[in-house]
């Protein structure tokens, strides 16, 4: 590399040591002196023969050096184009900070030192980081607990939101792996915190009341970040009474104060009910058994429906105690959001549990849901009854009775018959002489022969 070390060296030798110059190579550092500076643009005499420029995006590296460039100040550069239109030696300023900060690179990943980083970019597997042109990965695996994307049945779209949030923001890492001659680099969020998190683990015990954010709320619990750690309070411990849904007790980002309830290697368990009174400590005496309570149904199960009493206190009315009638599933009684009066029929303090009766009280709104749904019933079965017997009704004639009623007048008639045979005898009797007794005889005959068929008829109709 030519370089001028004396100013008042004479034309003729400047021109005689001209004979040995090379022009610069692409590719090499070359060192010269500022000729002149601009926002974009670095002019550089490079050793007295040969102009250099540097313009646009070449001119800035990652410490922005041209920032605190003057004119007279030596440079390094990088020769990018032998000569331009202009005759000039085209450079590049940041690719000569790439150099120097391989270099960096390389001493922080042999000593394992912390760096900071910005974030450039994020895709779906983690982050990347883009420093003088060198390109650097951190995996989502080897993110810090605050910045890890927890979200609910690990949601590719839902992560690759989350990570998009840190473009921009500067974070401390360690090189856990790099090839310069490949230009691959694999940062740590997790590893430059392990030291920190690892001294502040042992000083916590269980019992300690810390404050943090939640860094993460899935449909089984709360995660909370602190110091460089992260626990999980698991849906239980979130409240006293039932919860369905950690999303409205928390969101990301949220600060939070927490209880230390277990430890297990870097393992923590949480709580954030156990900050407020237990209410269980006096549910014997707020709802002895016996007593009658109010509440509203919340929810059902395959065994009861559950009556909500106050804000964490739940009770169970069994099916065995919602009706005397057999009931197979709660909702053919009951209502979610009905409210109902139960009796306290047993209390377990350590299981948080309240049993409580329906069919034990006064109320009647489970038997007048029954009564209700039975007259529907019964209302839609009998209307098109009733409606096709009336058209029976009236577009049939009447039916003749039965046998039963019909023997009365039968008889009736059968001896008005017997009568009107006699009193014809007895006119023929009177007509005829005496001389034909004989045939006298004979309609007696035939009057017994009727009597006797007339008898035996009237039996038969009985």
Do not use: C
Request: net charge negative; no cysteine.
């Amino acid at each position: 590399m030519f370089k001028i070390t004396d100013d008042n060296i004479s034309m003729d030798d400047l021109l005689e040591s001209s004979v040995d110059f090379e022009k610069p190579k692409l590719g090499t550092v070359i060192t010269g002196k500022v000729v002149s500076v601009a926002k974009n643009r670095l002019v550089v005499d490079l050793n007295g023969v040969a102009v250099g420029i540097s313009s646009g995006r070449e001119t800035h590296d990652s410490g922005d050096t041209i920032k605190d460039l003057k004119e007279g100040d030596e440079v390094k550069t990088v020769v990018i184009e032998e000569e331009n239109e202009d005759g000039m030696v085209v450079l590049s300023l940041k690719r000569a900070s790439q150099a120097t900060t391989w270099d960096k690179f390389d001493k922080a990943y042999k000593d394992g030192d912390i760096i900071e980083v910005s974030i450039s970019e994020a895709n779906k597997g983690g982050l990347l980081i883009d420093v003088d042109g060198i390109k650097g990965f951190i995996p989502v695996s080897q993110l810090a607990p605050a910045h890890y994307p927890r979200v609910e049945d690990a949601n590719s779209t839902q992560i690759l939101s989350r990570l998009q949030k840190l473009v921009g923001v500067k974070l401390s890492v360690k090189i856990i792996n790099l090839d310069r001659s490949t230009g691959k680099m694999i940062l740590s969020e997790r590893a430059a915190q392990h030291g920190a998190a690892k001294a502040s683990l042992g000083e916590l015990k269980v019992g300690d009341r810390v404050k943090g954010k939640v860094s993460g709320v899935v449909k089984f619990g709360i995660f909370v970040t602190f110091d460089g750690l992260e626990g999980l309070v698991h849906i239980s411990e979130i409240a006293w009474g039932h919860v369905s849904n950690p999303h409205q007790y928390a969101r990301v980002g949220d600060e939070v104060e927490v209880e230390i309830i277990g430890i297990e290697g870097e393992k923590l368990s949480l709580s954030m009910k156990r900050l407020i009174p237990d209410p269980w400590t006096v549910i014997e005496e707020k709802y002895p058994i016996g007593s009658k309570v109010k509440g509203v149904i919340n929810r059902f199960s395959p065994f009861g429906a559950f009556v909500q009493l106050e804000d964490d206190i739940n009770g169970l009315i069994h099916l065995s105690e919602i009706s005397d009638s057999k009931v197979e599933a709660p909702a053919d009684f009951l209502d979610v959001g009905q409210e109902v009066e139960a009796e306290v029929i047993n209390i377990d303090r350590d299981e948080h549990r309240i049993g409580l009766s329906l069919k034990k009280t006064s109320s009647k709104a489970a038997k007048k849901k029954v009564e209700k749904d039975e007259e529907e019933v019964e209302e839609k079965e009998e209307a098109p009854v009733e409606e096709e017997v009336k058209e029976e009704v009236e577009e049939k004639p009447k039916k003749p009775a039965t046998a039963g009623k019909k023997a009365p007048a039968k008889k009736k008639k059968e001896e008005k018959v017997e009568e009107e045979a006699e009193e014809k005898e007895e006119e023929e009797k009177e007509e005829k002489p005496k001389k034909k007794a004989p045939a006298k005889k004979k309609t007696t005959a035939k009057k017994t022969t009727t009597k006797k068929k007339a008898t035996t008829k009237k039996k038969e109709d009985k």
